[in-house]
């Protein structure tokens, strides 16, 4: 079956990094796009960023354009989020998850991991 885990999330101040991670199995993971998204008490799931199969395109939500970096390793079925300069309003539980179709929209991921939270103090 199709398994996604996240790691890497944890507290850290305003301007910080964290590097999340998202280790994956039972799927072809090359030829699947993959995608970051984001949630918090009270408000809907957003995406935060989206990355072709082969890592060529990446996309990301205006509100985390220029400060975070996806990318993919291919050899290793592993997704990766770079974050930095972090805010407050970055704060929320981020999943990783498998796509179907390309873009920033939750209805074209069908498989989402557990979570790993993320909390930006300022």
């Known amino acids: 079956q199709v398994q996604l885990t996240e790691s890497g999330g944890g507290s850290v101040q305003a301007g910080g990094s964290l590097n999340l991670t998202c280790t994956t199995s039972g799927f072809t993971f090359h030829i699947t796009i993959m995608a970051w998204f984001r949630q918090v008490p009270g408000k809907a799931r957003e995406a935060v960023s989206a990355i072709l199969p082969s890592g060529s395109t990446r996309r990301y939500a205006d509100s985390v354009k220029g400060r975070f970096i996806i990318s993919r390793d291919n050899e290793k079925n592993t997704l990766y989020l770079q974050m930095n300069s972090l805010k407050p309003e970055d704060t929320g539980m981020y999943y990783c998850?498998?796509?179907?179709?390309?873009?920033?929209?939750?209805?074209?991921?069908?498989?989402w991991g557990q979570g790993t939270q993320v909390t930006v103090s300022s």
């Open positions: 998850a498998t796509g179907r179709k390309w873009g920033l929209d939750s209805d074209f991921y069908d498989h």
